[in-house]
């Protein structure tokens, strides 16, 4: 085999590589039951929930992966309790997925982005969009009390 052979093999085995991991990304963004909104609607539960959301969209870059990540972890270690007790709950969603048009409606999403919610009896009765974590991933303090803040402030009304 002529090492241009060789490169050629190469280069085309990395492209199917890629496009098979993209194909097993999107499909695994499709199948988590995070994003079947009929799994959601038959948990909807009754009296006051702050939600927080993570809307992502069907392609997911590093940076979004990270907000996701930083944002749970955020959720999960500063409010075990309130989680807990059914208080509050995390939930990643994508946008983008068939079925989740009344997010992208309800929430005005054009971009990946973490939303705070109040709810009553399953209905939305106001929310917030947390922009900032796009501009904090410098700073993990930073970005960890800027989401803190965000839920206190749902939480403590």
Known sequence: MTPKRIVAAALLAFVAVSIAVLIARDMRGRLQPATRPADQAA??????RVIVYYFHRNVRCETCNKIE????QAVRQSFADALGEGLLEWKVLNF???GNERYRKRFNLHTP???VADTL?????RWQDLPDV?????????FDSY???GVNRYLQE
């Not at 990540?69 to 749970?72: D, R, S, V, Y």
Request: zero cysteines; aromatic letters at 6%; a negative charge.
């Open 43 to 48: 948990t909807a539960p009754a009296g006051r």
């Open 96 to 98: 983008q997925a068939s």
């Open 147 to 149: 989401i803190r803040d």
């Open 121 to 125: 009896d399953g209905k939305t009765t």
């Open 134 to 142: 796009w501009t904090l991933l410098d700073d993990r303090a930073d």
């Open 113 to 115: 982005s973490v939303i």
């Open 69 to 72: 990540a930083w944002t749970g």
